[in-house]
């Protein structure tokens, strides 16, 4: 039947744009698939943080689509979320 994951990141801004987030994904689904029996991989991400779901892309997640008003900032503005 297998398994399903949900992974996420988050990197210090002054680690950014090195490839540490990318490769930890990365290596998070392979192992999900290889050794845990995974049958999907899936995270979701902020609409307007390109550098996470950037992310997302480069590690061969799809995206599948936009849950509109998934989250709120403390403050009460509705976030969308890629998935």
């Known amino acids: ?3 399903v994951f949900e992974i996420g990141w988050w ?3 002054r680690e950014q744009r090195q490839g540490y ?3 930890a994904a990365h290596a998070l689904v392979q192992f999900a ?9 899936w995270c979701h991400c902020d609409d307007e943080n390109e550098g996470s779901w ?3 892309e480069r590690i061969g997640l799809q995206f599948e ?3 509109r008003s998934q989250r709120a900032d403390p403050d009460g503005t509705r ?3 890629r998935v």
Request: charged share 30%.
């Open 33 to 41: 698939f290889q050794y845990l029996g995974a049958r999907r991989v």
């Open 11 to 13: 990197c210090r801004t």
């Open 54 to 56: 950037r992310v997302a």
């Open 21 to 23: 987030t990318s490769e």
């Open 1 to 3: 039947v297998g398994r």
């Open 79 to 81: 976030r969308d979320m």
């Open 65 to 67: 689509g936009l849950a």
